[in-house]
């Protein structure tokens, strides 16, 4: 965290975006410090907030002559951030944290939230997902305990909706032999899914939150199980860092740090108080502390 309130992707060449300033926010509250919150909170909502529609710039790049190249938003950032602020105001009374969240929820159901082959669900932006003929998704942003507070806190049902469609998505999401979704998948008009064409069709970095989340909001959630078979087929510290679910190659290399954490969250396995060194890069540290959240929230 820079002095600013400004989180930096180390792995990324130092950029910022609204999936790490959301991480901090929720870390900052699980801590109860305030000061932090409030400077991640405004070095947010003044440099990346979109006006036009009440969401956030997704990316920041401090030595880009436009720092704010792409326009579009990230759904997952936008949740976490609003989520954050709910958990704010709970923790801290202050009902400003609230009504900031109120706000993004509400331009989220109104820029992300669309119904398409029965289904509500949200696009992982406002623009380029929806396709006319097929939607890409991102599974790895639905996320669950958020979309349960967030039900909880305005009794919308389109939340509850979004839970529950959200889930029955996902358990139609798996292929190969490890019946595990891929990082990005293409909801057809039919209903049918497979893996989106425009990424690698692997089980990686971005899918390996879809049981943090589930495990977080249910940890005896049926669609861990598909996860914790895949897991427990390999040793510990030999469990691929990928699969690639159409071909099934594993990774060369195992998963470590972030990754670890989340296997040993979803299997149930002890876990110890996080410990962040100099391997763990922004990303492995963040999975780290969402994973000792989680744990804090399931007692």
Do not use: C
């Not at 305030?34 to 909502?45: G, M, S």
């Not at 029955?168 to 979704?181: D, F, I, V, Y």
């Amino acid at each position: 965290m820079m002095p600013d309130g400004r989180i930096i992707d180390t792995a990324n060449g130092n950029v910022s975006h609204t999936e790490g300033q959301g991480f901090a926010m929720l870390l900052a509250v699980a801590n109860n410090d305030r000061p932090a919150f409030d400077k991640l909170w405004q070095w947010t909502d003044n440099t990346l907030r979109n006006k036009s529609n009440g969401l956030f710039y997704w990316r920041y790049n401090p030595v880009a002559p436009d720092p704010i190249a792409d326009k579009n938003n990230a759904s997952d950032g936008d949740t976490l951030i609003a989520w954050a602020l709910l958990r704010a105001q709970k923790q801290w009374q202050d009902k400003r944290y609230a009504i900031a969240s109120d706000a993004i929820t509400a331009a989220l159901l109104k820029s992300t939230v669309v119904t398409f082959a029965g289904r509500q669900v949200m696009l992982p932006g406002v623009k380029g997902f929806n396709l006319n003929d097929h939607l890409n998704l991102n599974p790895s942003y639905f996320i669950f305990p958020a979309w349960r507070a967030f039900a909880e806190r305005t009794h919308l049902t389109a939340w509850r909706t979004l839970q529950s469609d959200g889930q029955a998505l996902l358990g139609q999401m798996g292929w190969g032999k490890s019946h595990l979704p891929s990082d990005w998948v293409a909801l057809r008009a039919d209903g049918k899914m497979l893996p989106a064409k425009e990424w690698p069709p692997r089980m990686s970095f971005d899918a390996i939150r879809i049981p943090l989340y589930l495990s977080w909001a249910d940890p005896h959630s049926a669609l861990l199980a598909p996860w914790k078979a895949w897991m427990q087929s390999y040793p510990r510290l030999q469990t691929p860092a990928w699969i690639n679910v159409s071909t099934n190659e594993v990774a060369p290399w195992y998963m470590a740090g972030g990754l670890l954490a989340v296997r040993d969250l979803t299997l149930g396995e002890p876990q110890e108080a996080p410990q962040i060194d100099d391997k763990d890069d922004y990303y492995s540290a963040s999975l780290k502390l969402l994973v000792w959240l989680a744990k804090q929230d399931q007692r």
